[in-house]
């Protein structure tokens, strides 16, 4: 029998009673498991294998199935003031999904589940806001996920971004930003949206993001994350603020 | 072997929730033994298209359009309960406890499901705020994540028009304390209430 900690990124009812889950779990990747009994039985199952809730898992094989068997779960970690606000919760949707997308199946990607993890926490904590959150999220997830967008300098002719606050354009197929000389793009992203991206967390404690660098910053990345993956995720209309 | 409309019958009862091939089949032979009240479920069955929605609250009526709650005049009109689905309306009836009126979302907010404030009875919730003179909200969602995302999302929608409250969450009646989970006891400790009350 294994043990894991895990995230529950989706639910799917599953005949009368049972449950299906993907998990994204710290040991073991993505995985799908069924907990039997699910909708009857709330004693193995504890806050009835709630979204937005850290887990232990206790797994068990089945026989010619790739569908583990969920015997147990308890809590690790719960987010009382994440689940308080509206934002906060859309937006750790998000970040499950997201991570959900990347996340390889029954593969251990210990960074991305990390990642995950400590933005729950940051999003459980008064001090930061849900939207300044939201762009380093999506950045981090596709730097760790192998798919970094080149936003610092021109993926053309290289030269650095300049500090002066003049936008640049977009390129999804190239994966980076494109400077006025090398093409012909509607102006994006600038120096200022930047560094919501790249910033420590401690620099973004009690700070607040105006709503045209986010959308910027959100339109952009989203953008290229379809574009990348081919991949709709259902709880980004969740994140227009 | 079974005539089609037999075999029919075995099929469309097996979509019924919790009822299986064997059960459905169960079903049928009793039903074919038992003439008169297989005639009773199919009038009824005929008859559901005379079941509508109540224009207020969304609860199930007949075709006039305005449930018995709706229409009962000593019902205060200024309290509004909300409720998911119909089942929770008909929970809180049962106990008698609420003398005011309902309206029924038909659903939870839920991001990871992707069901979005907008696929909701929230827009018929906002009219009536907006054009009847509502005094109270009662927020009586399910204890879910789902709903303490819609809880939430109409208490940041609605706190500055109107009074704004939820039912208790907490140990079960009956409920040993020690049994129960952690989030339920962080819940029941951070919404106490005095004795005095
Ligand atoms: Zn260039
Ligand atoms: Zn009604």
């Known amino acids: 029998m294994d043990k894991v900690d895990a995230y529950i990124s989706k639910k799917v009812q599953y005949g009368e009673s049972d449950l ?129 967008p080149q936003l610092d300098r021109c993926i053309h002719c290289n030269s650095l ?40 967390v401690d620099e973004l404690k009690n700070r607040r993001i105006n709503r045209r660098e986010y959308n910027n910053i959100y339109n952009l990345l989203s953008s290229f994350i379809r574009y990348t993956t081919r991949q709709w995720l259902v709880s980004e209309k969740f994140l227009i603020f | ?36 009240l297989g005639k009773d479920i199919a009038s009824g069955l005929i008859d559901l298209p005379l079941v509508n929605n109540c224009r207020i609250c969304g609860f199930y009526c007949s075709v006039d359009s305005v449930c018995s709650i709706c229409s009962n005049p000593s019902r205060n009109s200024e309290i509004l309960c909300i409720v998911t689905k119909p089942q929770d309306m008909m929970a809180i009836e049962s106990s008698g406890s609420f003398k005011g009126r309902y309206h029924i979302l038909f659903g939870n907010i839920s991001p990871l499901d992707g069901i979005t404030p907008e696929d909701i009875k929230l827009e018929e919730l906002e009219k009536k705020i907006a054009e009847d003179n509502i005094q109270e909200l009662i927020l009586a969602l399910d204890s879910t994540v789902d709903g303490e995302t819609t809880s939430q999302y109409i208490f940041e929608l609605f706190k500055d028009s109107v009074k704004i409250s939820r039912i208790a969450a907490g140990i079960p009646f009956g409920g040993e304390l020690e049994y129960t989970d952690k989030i339920t006891i962080t819940r029941a400790l951070s919404r106490r209430t005095s004795l005095d009350d």
């Open chain 1, 161 to 200: 971004m300049p500090d002066t606050g003049a936008r640049w354009g977009f390129d999804n197929n190239q994966g980076g930003v494109v400077c006025p000389d090398c093409g012909d793009l509607k102006p994006i992203v600038g120096i200022n949206e930047l560094k919501w991206l790249v910033a420590e």
């Open chain 2, 1 to 36: 072997m079974l005539p089609p409309a037999f075999d029919n019958l075995i099929k469309s009862l097996s979509r019924l929730p919790g009822i299986g091939r064997k059960t459905a089949r169960r079903l049928a032979f009793f039903l074919i033994d038992s003439p008169e």
């Open chain 1, 20 to 148: 299906i889950l993907h998990l994204i779990t710290k040991e073991m990747g993505k995985i799908s498991a069924i907990a039997r009994g699910a909708r009857r039985s709330k004693k193995r199952f504890e806050a009835g294998l709630s979204n937005y809730i850290l887990y232990s898992c206790s797994l068990g094989h089945q026989n010619r199935s790739n569908l583990f068997l969920l015997k147990e779960t308890s809590i690790v970690k719960s987010f009382q003031f994440l689940l308080n606000s509206y934002r906060r919760i859309s937006t750790a949707a998000y970040a499950t999904e997201l991570t959900a997308l990347f996340m390889p199946e029954n593969q251990e990607e210990p960074l991305l589940f990390e990642f995950l993890n400590h933005n729950y926490h940051l999003l459980d904590n008064p001090d930061f806001s849900p939207a300044v959150l939201v762009p380093r999220i999506m950045y981090k997830i596709l730097e760790l996920a192998g798919f970094p």
